[in-house]
């Protein structure tokens, strides 16, 4: 068991109905933003993210592009961060 798992576990009251411990407990499925300093281009950027649990998306430009910005609900994503997996990535490259 991941050690944020456990932690929500021992947080559950005892007996609580609908609840575990583990992927299938319905608890939020977390994921930590990856480093993509080293990609230069949306490609490069979308194969370190996409197994990493993330959806990248490409708003504007070109996927061979040089990556201008990078936001995730209109805000810089920062490495490390947590976030829902399958949360949506925005790129615009040129």
Known sequence: MANGTALLCLLLPLGAVGWGCGADAGLPDIVVFPDISA????EQAA????????????TFGDAQGAIQSVSIDGQPPQVGQTYR???VVEFTAL
């Open 47 to 58: 194969a370190i993210l996409t197994p990493a649990g993330f959806q990248p998306v490409l």
């Open 85 to 87: 997996r399958n949360t």
């Open 39 to 42: 990609a230069t281009t949306y």
